[in-house]
């Protein structure tokens, strides 16, 4: 299988089933899907988010009408019946809609996606899958990485601010690659920014000085 991104901004996505998973799917899906809607009979004690919670049971011939009425992006089926999950799939591929199963980890369809652990450091996001093999490991890689990406979103928000300044100064492709490639190899920049004590501005200002003397213009 292979990772790709997908913006959930202003989409619909809907969640059956209130267990563990489904509140996981939920407070996932919430921090950026404009609407989430989860449908279940009972709910844990687990927070699902800003998810919106609908207490119902829908059998596997209704299904289809609560994914017709809510017109999601993405169906989540984590419901612990499996007849009831497996009428979610057919009900989503029908639709053409994406489906995330959470009692399956083979046989996967066309549409029918995973949901890998996570890491952000924003804009800066890593996604760990095993096939379905161990999501356990998936879990451990997740805490292992969350410490080493520290500062990432800071040096990619930096390196984004200094290619639109090279770019102002009609920097060229080449020499700007060069420019960027060094800073992001630069251990003392990680260092200050996972201190909080790097100031950006300060930063691209330095590297300008350095790397351009006469203002930049061609090169
Ligand atoms: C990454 C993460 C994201 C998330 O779910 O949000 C995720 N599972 C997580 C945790 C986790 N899941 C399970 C355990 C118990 C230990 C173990 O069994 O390993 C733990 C650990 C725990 O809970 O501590 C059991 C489990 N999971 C699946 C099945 C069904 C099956 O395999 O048939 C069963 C057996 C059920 C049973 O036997 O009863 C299926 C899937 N789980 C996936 C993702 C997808 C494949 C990802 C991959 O390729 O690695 C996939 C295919 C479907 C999907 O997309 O959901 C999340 C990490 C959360 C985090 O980062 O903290
Ligand atoms: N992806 C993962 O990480 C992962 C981890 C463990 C288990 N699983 C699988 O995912 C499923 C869900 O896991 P869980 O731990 O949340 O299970 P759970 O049994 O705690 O929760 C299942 C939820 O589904 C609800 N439900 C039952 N019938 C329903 C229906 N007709 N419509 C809507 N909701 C309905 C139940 O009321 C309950 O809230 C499990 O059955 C298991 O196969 C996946």
Do not use: Y
């Amino acid at each position: 299988m292979i990772p790709l991104l997908h913006d959930f901004t202003n989409a619909t996505v809907l969640v059956f089933g209130g267990g563990p998973v489904g509140a996981r799917k939920a407070r996932r899906f919430a921090r950026e899907a404009n609407v989430v809607v989860v449908v279940s009979p009972t709910f844990g004690e687990r927070s699902f988010g800003s998810a919106e919670l609908i207490r119902a049971e829908p059998g596997p011939d209704d299904v289809a009408s609560w994914i017709e009425r809510t017109a999601p992006a993405l169906v989540v089926a984590a419901t612990d019946d499996e007849a009831v999950n497996d009428a979610i799939a057919a009900a989503a591929a029908d639709r053409g809609t994406l489906l995330n199963r959470a009692d399956r980890s083979s046989g996967r369809d066309p549409g029918s996606v995973v949901v890998p652990a996570t890491v952000r450091d924003d804009p800066v996001v890593v996604a760990v899958a095993t096939g379905g093999t161990a999501p356990a490991v998936s879990k451990h890689l997740r805490r292992e990485l969350e410490e080493s990406i520290s500062g990432a979103g800071e040096m990619a928000t930096l390196c984004g601010a200094l290619r639109s300044e090279l770019k102002a100064r009609e920097v060229d492709p080449d020499h700007r690659r060069r420019i960027v490639t060094d800073v992001v190899n630069d251990p003392a920049v990680w260092t200050a920014l996972r201190s909080g004590a790097s100031n950006n501005r300060q930063v691209i200002e330095d590297v300008l000085d350095e790397q351009l003397p006469d203002g930049g213009e061609r090169q």
